[in-house]
């Protein structure tokens, strides 16, 4: 198996699944998920975020190795996490029946 992340961070390479380019993609895995995975998924790279992105910090913007680009995703995708694990307990936004609501503008890289 083909490494996406930095060797630094071999450890979240299980979680690789969650290395999205865009919103939409990271909120439909979000929405996909149990909360049992979405809750392993946080354990595992919050006690790595900051060294993740220190690491990030270390490259420009404009020039990111896929392998880096890669972990700046998984950095997205712990931030489209955290609500449901912290606060909501579930997926989806709390009476927020099967309304949705699409961002036409992310953060790019």
């Excluded at 912290?86 to 029946?97: L, N, T, Y």
Aim: net charge negative.
């Amino acid at each position: 198996m083909t490494a996406k992340l930095p060797p630094e961070f071999a450890d979240l390479e299980p979680f690789s699944d969650w290395c999205l380019p865009s919103e939409p993609e990271r909120y439909h895995k979000r929405l996909n998920s149990t909360m049992v995975d979405m809750q392993a998924f946080y354990d595992a790279i919050t006690p790595r975020a900051e060294d993740a992105l220190a690491y990030c910090d270390k490259f420009s913007l404009d020039d990111l190795p896929d392998d880096v680009m890669n972990l700046m995703h998984l950095l997205y995708s712990m931030i489209m996490v955290s609500f449901p694990v912290e606060c909501w307990k579930q997926p989806r936004v709390p009476d927020s029946g099967a309304s949705t609501l699409d961002c036409v503008s992310e953060p790019v890289p």
